[in-house]
Protein backbone atom coordinates (compact mmCIF):
# COMPACT_ATOMS: atom_id res chain seq x y z
CA UNK A 1 0.00 0.00 0.00
CA UNK A 2 2.86 2.49 0.92
CA UNK A 3 4.49 2.15 -2.62
CA UNK A 4 1.26 2.80 -4.26
CA UNK A 5 1.11 5.27 -2.61
CA UNK A 6 4.24 6.51 -2.93
CA UNK A 7 3.57 6.21 -6.93
CA UNK A 8 0.37 7.57 -7.33
CA UNK A 9 2.01 11.05 -5.19
CA UNK A 10 4.62 10.72 -7.52
CA UNK A 11 1.99 10.75 -10.83
CA UNK A 12 0.23 13.73 -9.14
CA UNK A 13 3.06 15.77 -8.40
CA UNK A 14 4.21 15.28 -11.85
CA UNK A 15 1.14 16.40 -13.82
CA UNK A 16 -0.11 19.27 -11.27
CA UNK A 17 0.15 21.53 -13.96
CA UNK A 18 -1.44 19.79 -16.84
CA UNK A 19 -4.07 18.57 -14.42
CA UNK A 20 -4.86 21.89 -13.53
CA UNK A 21 -4.76 23.57 -17.29
CA UNK A 22 -6.86 20.93 -18.43
CA UNK A 23 -10.31 22.56 -15.56
CA UNK A 24 -9.48 25.83 -17.26
CA UNK A 25 -11.09 27.70 -20.20
CA UNK A 26 -8.66 28.90 -23.13
CA UNK A 27 -9.61 32.72 -22.38
CA UNK A 28 -8.55 31.79 -18.14
CA UNK A 29 -5.08 30.29 -19.56
CA UNK A 30 -4.66 32.90 -21.57
CA UNK A 31 -4.93 35.67 -18.82
CA UNK A 32 -2.20 33.55 -16.94
CA UNK A 33 0.01 33.55 -19.46
CA UNK A 34 -0.09 37.24 -19.70
CA UNK A 35 0.06 37.31 -15.81
CA UNK A 36 3.61 34.85 -16.80
CA UNK A 37 4.31 37.31 -19.27
CA UNK A 38 4.70 40.00 -16.83
CA UNK A 39 6.59 37.96 -14.34
CA UNK A 40 8.83 36.86 -17.14
CA UNK A 41 9.78 40.51 -17.79
CA UNK A 42 10.25 41.50 -14.50
CA UNK A 43 12.60 38.41 -13.52
CA UNK A 44 14.72 39.79 -16.55
CA UNK A 45 14.29 43.01 -15.57
CA UNK A 46 15.77 42.04 -12.32
CA UNK A 47 18.56 39.89 -13.32
CA UNK A 48 19.78 42.64 -15.69
CA UNK A 49 19.38 45.51 -12.78
CA UNK A 50 21.87 43.26 -10.96
CA UNK A 51 24.33 43.23 -13.62
CA UNK A 52 23.59 39.64 -14.80
CA UNK A 53 22.65 38.27 -18.47
CA UNK A 54 18.90 36.33 -17.91
CA UNK A 55 16.35 36.27 -19.70
CA UNK A 56 12.85 34.37 -18.42
CA UNK A 57 10.02 33.55 -20.77
CA UNK A 58 6.29 32.80 -20.04
CA UNK A 59 6.16 29.36 -21.34
CA UNK A 60 8.93 28.00 -18.56
CA UNK A 61 6.57 29.14 -15.73
CA UNK A 62 3.61 27.94 -17.72
CA UNK A 63 4.64 24.04 -18.19
CA UNK A 64 7.33 23.72 -16.20
CA UNK A 65 7.23 23.30 -12.01
CA UNK A 66 10.74 23.09 -12.00
CA UNK A 67 10.82 26.55 -13.44
CA UNK A 68 9.74 27.94 -10.04
CA UNK A 69 12.50 25.83 -7.82
CA UNK A 70 14.29 28.97 -7.02
CA UNK A 71 10.77 31.50 -6.17
CA UNK A 72 10.83 33.25 -3.07
CA UNK A 73 8.56 35.50 -0.97
CA UNK A 74 10.47 38.48 -1.43
CA UNK A 75 10.28 37.71 -4.83
CA UNK A 76 6.68 37.82 -5.45
CA UNK A 77 6.35 40.50 -3.10
CA UNK A 78 8.44 42.65 -5.55
CA UNK A 79 7.04 41.74 -8.39
CA UNK A 80 3.65 42.97 -7.05
CA UNK A 81 5.27 45.98 -6.15
CA UNK A 82 6.59 46.45 -9.84
CA UNK A 83 3.22 46.37 -10.98
CA UNK A 84 1.96 49.21 -8.99
CA UNK A 85 5.59 51.42 -10.18
CA UNK A 86 4.48 50.26 -13.36
CA UNK A 87 0.62 52.11 -13.47
CA UNK A 88 -1.22 49.05 -12.86
CA UNK A 89 -4.38 49.74 -11.77
CA UNK A 90 -5.03 48.21 -8.21
CA UNK A 91 -7.18 45.51 -9.15
CA UNK A 92 -5.17 44.60 -11.66
CA UNK A 93 -2.03 43.99 -10.13
CA UNK A 94 -4.01 42.18 -8.12
CA UNK A 95 -5.40 39.56 -10.17
CA UNK A 96 -1.74 39.20 -11.48
CA UNK A 97 -0.18 38.61 -8.62
CA UNK A 98 -3.45 35.92 -8.20
CA UNK A 99 -1.79 33.98 -10.82
CA UNK A 100 1.61 34.08 -9.77
CA UNK A 101 0.45 32.85 -6.49
CA UNK A 102 -1.78 29.92 -7.82
CA UNK A 103 1.14 28.55 -9.95
CA UNK A 104 3.69 28.81 -7.33
CA UNK A 105 0.90 26.74 -5.16
CA UNK A 106 0.91 24.08 -7.84
CA UNK A 107 4.60 24.05 -7.96
CA UNK A 108 4.60 23.19 -4.47
CA UNK A 109 2.07 20.44 -5.09
CA UNK A 110 4.53 19.49 -7.61
CA UNK A 111 7.40 19.06 -5.45
CA UNK A 112 9.57 21.85 -7.14
CA UNK A 113 9.16 24.75 -4.92
CA UNK A 114 9.90 24.43 -1.21
CA UNK A 115 6.93 24.12 1.28
CA UNK A 116 8.02 27.17 3.73
CA UNK A 117 8.27 29.19 0.96
CA UNK A 118 5.11 28.17 -0.77
CA UNK A 119 3.32 28.97 2.39
CA UNK A 120 5.14 33.02 2.66
CA UNK A 121 3.87 33.40 -0.92
CA UNK A 122 0.15 32.33 -0.34
CA UNK A 123 0.30 34.82 2.86
CA UNK A 124 1.28 37.66 0.68
CA UNK A 125 -1.77 40.05 0.28
CA UNK A 126 -2.62 42.49 -2.09
CA UNK A 127 -3.50 46.53 -0.62
CA UNK A 128 -6.91 46.71 0.81
CA UNK A 129 -9.66 48.67 -0.02
CA UNK A 130 -8.54 52.06 1.81
CA UNK A 131 -4.61 51.00 1.99
CA UNK A 132 -5.22 50.70 -1.84
CA UNK A 133 -7.10 54.01 -2.14
CA UNK A 134 -3.82 55.81 -0.01
CA UNK A 135 -1.32 54.20 -2.76
CA UNK A 136 -3.53 55.54 -5.61
CA UNK A 137 -3.25 59.09 -3.89
CA UNK A 138 0.30 59.18 -4.10
CA UNK A 139 0.43 58.08 -7.85
CA UNK A 140 1.00 59.92 -10.93
CA UNK A 141 -0.47 57.34 -12.76
CA UNK A 142 -2.74 55.12 -11.27
CA UNK A 143 -4.17 52.76 -13.64
CA UNK A 144 -3.02 51.16 -16.89
CA UNK A 145 -4.36 48.97 -19.15
CA UNK A 146 -8.21 48.71 -21.14
CA UNK A 147 -10.03 50.64 -17.61
CA UNK A 148 -9.40 53.65 -15.90
CA UNK A 149 -11.20 55.45 -13.31
CA UNK A 150 -12.24 57.94 -15.64
CA UNK A 151 -12.67 57.56 -19.25
CA UNK A 152 -10.72 59.85 -21.96
CA UNK A 153 -13.27 61.16 -23.50
CA UNK A 154 -12.84 60.95 -27.59
CA UNK A 155 -14.68 64.28 -29.77
CA UNK A 156 -16.54 62.72 -32.96
CA UNK A 157 -14.83 65.09 -34.80
CA UNK A 158 -11.71 64.26 -34.03
CA UNK A 159 -12.42 60.52 -34.81
CA UNK A 160 -13.79 61.71 -38.18
CA UNK A 161 -10.85 63.83 -38.89
CA UNK A 162 -8.58 60.52 -38.04
CA UNK A 163 -10.67 57.92 -40.02
CA UNK A 164 -9.73 60.88 -43.10
CA UNK A 165 -6.18 61.01 -42.73
CA UNK A 166 -5.68 57.38 -42.62
CA UNK A 167 -7.64 57.09 -46.06
CA UNK A 168 -5.73 59.68 -47.08
CA UNK A 169 -2.14 58.27 -46.50
CA UNK A 170 -3.48 55.03 -46.94
CA UNK A 171 -0.39 52.81 -46.26
CA UNK A 172 -0.25 49.33 -45.35
CA UNK A 173 -0.65 50.18 -41.44
CA UNK A 174 -3.44 52.68 -42.26
CA UNK A 175 -5.64 50.21 -43.98
CA UNK A 176 -4.98 47.92 -40.59
CA UNK A 177 -5.76 51.04 -38.13
CA UNK A 178 -9.16 51.90 -40.10
CA UNK A 179 -10.20 48.19 -39.49
CA UNK A 180 -9.06 48.45 -35.80
CA UNK A 181 -10.68 52.03 -35.48
CA UNK A 182 -13.92 50.25 -36.83
CA UNK A 183 -13.76 47.59 -34.56
CA UNK A 184 -12.94 49.94 -31.53
CA UNK A 185 -15.08 52.65 -31.95
CA UNK A 186 -17.69 51.62 -33.56
CA UNK A 187 -18.67 48.10 -32.71
CA UNK A 188 -17.09 49.07 -29.32
CA UNK A 189 -15.24 46.01 -29.05
CA UNK A 190 -13.20 44.70 -26.11
CA UNK A 191 -9.23 44.36 -26.53
CA UNK A 192 -9.33 41.15 -25.85
CA UNK A 193 -11.91 39.99 -28.05
CA UNK A 194 -10.36 42.07 -30.94
CA UNK A 195 -7.38 39.86 -30.30
CA UNK A 196 -8.76 36.86 -31.02
CA UNK A 197 -10.26 37.82 -33.84
CA UNK A 198 -9.40 36.30 -37.04
CA UNK A 199 -10.24 36.44 -41.23
CA UNK A 200 -13.01 33.17 -40.30
CA UNK A 201 -14.99 35.45 -37.76
CA UNK A 202 -15.42 37.76 -40.75
CA UNK A 203 -18.61 37.10 -43.01
CA UNK A 204 -17.85 39.95 -46.17
CA UNK A 205 -20.80 38.34 -48.09
CA UNK A 206 -23.42 38.61 -45.27
CA UNK A 207 -21.42 41.68 -43.89
CA UNK A 208 -21.17 40.24 -40.59
CA UNK A 209 -18.91 39.71 -37.72
CA UNK A 210 -18.76 37.12 -35.57
CA UNK A 211 -16.89 36.88 -32.26
CA UNK A 212 -16.68 34.87 -28.64
CA UNK A 213 -17.16 37.41 -25.84
CA UNK A 214 -15.09 36.06 -22.40
CA UNK A 215 -16.76 38.11 -20.01
CA UNK A 216 -20.16 36.04 -20.66
CA UNK A 217 -19.25 33.08 -22.48
CA UNK A 218 -21.60 34.28 -25.30
CA UNK A 219 -20.64 34.53 -28.88
CA UNK A 220 -22.00 37.44 -30.19
CA UNK A 221 -22.85 38.47 -34.51
CA UNK A 222 -22.95 41.75 -35.40
CA UNK A 223 -23.92 43.37 -38.81
CA UNK A 224 -20.97 45.14 -40.35
CA UNK A 225 -21.15 49.06 -40.02
CA UNK A 226 -20.34 50.89 -43.46
CA UNK A 227 -17.09 52.14 -42.12
CA UNK A 228 -15.74 48.89 -41.29
CA UNK A 229 -17.29 46.75 -44.26
CA UNK A 230 -15.08 49.35 -46.52
CA UNK A 231 -11.86 48.90 -44.11
CA UNK A 232 -11.72 45.46 -44.09
CA UNK A 233 -12.07 45.74 -48.28
CA UNK A 234 -9.47 47.95 -48.57
CA UNK A 235 -7.56 45.72 -45.64
CA UNK A 236 -7.77 42.45 -47.51
CA UNK A 237 -5.95 43.82 -50.43
CA UNK A 238 -2.95 43.82 -47.94
CA UNK A 239 -3.39 41.56 -45.74
CA UNK A 240 -0.09 39.24 -45.41
CA UNK A 241 -1.37 36.12 -43.85
CA UNK A 242 -3.71 33.27 -44.89
CA UNK A 243 -7.39 34.28 -44.30
CA UNK A 244 -8.50 30.62 -42.97
CA UNK A 245 -6.62 31.19 -39.57
CA UNK A 246 -4.78 34.03 -39.26
CA UNK A 247 -5.68 36.85 -36.78
CA UNK A 248 -7.58 39.78 -38.04
CA UNK A 249 -5.22 42.35 -36.80
CA UNK A 250 -2.01 41.82 -37.55
CA UNK A 251 1.21 43.82 -36.11
CA UNK A 252 3.28 46.05 -38.19
CA UNK A 253 7.13 46.80 -38.89
CA UNK A 254 8.67 49.06 -36.82
CA UNK A 255 10.58 51.12 -39.03
CA UNK A 256 8.46 50.72 -41.95
CA UNK A 257 4.36 51.39 -42.00
CA UNK A 258 3.97 47.76 -43.38
CA UNK A 259 2.16 44.52 -42.09
CA UNK A 260 4.29 41.91 -40.72
CA UNK A 261 3.28 38.41 -40.84
CA UNK A 262 2.81 38.10 -36.95
CA UNK A 263 -0.99 39.09 -35.06
CA UNK A 264 -0.80 42.21 -32.86
CA UNK A 265 -1.03 40.77 -29.28
CA UNK A 266 -3.32 41.85 -26.37
CA UNK A 267 0.01 44.53 -25.10
CA UNK A 268 0.38 46.11 -28.79
CA UNK A 269 -3.43 46.61 -29.18
CA UNK A 270 -3.31 48.83 -26.31
CA UNK A 271 -0.69 50.41 -27.44
CA UNK A 272 -1.79 51.08 -30.72
CA UNK A 273 -5.49 52.11 -29.72
CA UNK A 274 -2.76 54.66 -27.00
CA UNK A 275 -0.74 55.87 -30.81
CA UNK A 276 -4.30 56.53 -32.42
CA UNK A 277 -5.35 58.81 -29.84
CA UNK A 278 -2.05 60.98 -30.40
CA UNK A 279 -2.94 60.97 -33.62
CA UNK A 280 -6.38 62.40 -33.05
CA UNK A 281 -3.81 65.09 -30.67
CA UNK A 282 -5.49 63.26 -27.41
CA UNK A 283 -3.43 61.74 -24.46
CA UNK A 284 -3.87 59.19 -22.59
CA UNK A 285 -6.56 57.40 -24.83
CA UNK A 286 -6.90 53.65 -24.05
CA UNK A 287 -8.87 51.05 -26.24
CA UNK A 288 -11.81 50.85 -24.14
CA UNK A 289 -12.08 55.26 -24.24
CA UNK A 290 -13.46 53.95 -27.84
CA UNK A 291 -15.75 51.20 -26.36
CA UNK A 292 -17.17 54.43 -23.94
CA UNK A 293 -17.16 56.72 -26.96
CA UNK A 294 -19.08 54.08 -28.94
CA UNK A 295 -21.83 53.61 -26.29
CA UNK A 296 -21.66 57.51 -25.94
CA UNK A 297 -22.83 57.89 -28.99
CA UNK A 298 -25.56 54.97 -29.33
CA UNK A 299 -27.16 56.27 -26.16
CA UNK A 300 -27.22 60.21 -27.60
CA UNK A 301 -28.74 58.84 -30.64
CA UNK A 302 -31.60 57.43 -28.71
CA UNK A 303 -30.86 53.64 -29.28
CA UNK A 304 -33.07 51.58 -26.73
CA UNK A 305 -31.43 49.86 -23.64
CA UNK A 306 -31.85 46.14 -24.95
CA UNK A 307 -29.98 47.05 -28.17
CA UNK A 308 -27.15 49.01 -26.01
CA UNK A 309 -26.92 46.01 -23.72
CA UNK A 310 -26.85 43.38 -26.91
CA UNK A 311 -24.38 45.57 -28.81
CA UNK A 312 -21.66 45.61 -26.21
CA UNK A 313 -23.02 42.15 -24.62
CA UNK A 314 -23.88 43.68 -21.25
CA UNK A 315 -25.98 41.29 -19.11
CA UNK A 316 -29.06 41.44 -17.97
CA UNK A 317 -28.64 42.44 -15.04
CA UNK A 318 -26.03 45.08 -15.83
CA UNK A 319 -26.61 48.83 -14.96
CA UNK A 320 -24.15 49.88 -18.16
CA UNK A 321 -27.14 50.69 -20.38
CA UNK A 322 -28.87 52.92 -18.56
CA UNK A 323 -25.84 54.89 -17.44
CA UNK A 324 -25.37 55.78 -20.84
CA UNK A 325 -28.91 56.68 -21.32
CA UNK A 326 -29.05 58.88 -18.53
CA UNK A 327 -25.51 60.82 -19.13
CA UNK A 328 -27.33 61.17 -22.26
CA UNK A 329 -30.28 62.73 -21.16
CA UNK A 330 -28.35 65.28 -19.10
CA UNK A 331 -26.10 65.92 -22.05
CA UNK A 332 -29.61 66.48 -24.30
CA UNK A 333 -30.74 68.94 -21.77
CA UNK A 334 -27.98 71.05 -22.00
CA UNK A 335 -27.72 71.48 -25.12
CA UNK A 336 -31.55 72.63 -25.12
CA UNK A 337 -30.57 74.89 -22.72
CA UNK A 338 -27.67 76.34 -24.48
CA UNK A 339 -29.90 76.86 -27.74
Known amino acids: MAALGWGATQSAQANAFTRYQRGKSQNTLKTQYRALQLWAQ ?63 RLAAQAGALDRLEAQMIQGFSPYAMQEGRNVDAKRKQTRIGHKKAQPTVIPAYALQQLRSKLRARDTERDRRDRVLLGLLADHGLRVGEIAALTWTNVDMAAREIAFFRPKTGVTTRQRLTRGLYDALIAYADVY ?31 TRAQRLGQLMGIDNVSAHDFRHHAATEMARHGRPMTELRDWFGWTQESTMPMRYIAAA ?6 DLEVA
Do not use: M
Not at 329 to 334: A, K
Open 329 to 334: EVITRG
Open 240 to 270: PLAKTDGALIVASESCRPVLARRGLTYAGLQ
Open 42 to 104: FLTLSAENQGRAATFSAEQFYSNPEGWGNTTWGLVAAFYDWLLAQGFALTTAAHRLAHIKQYA
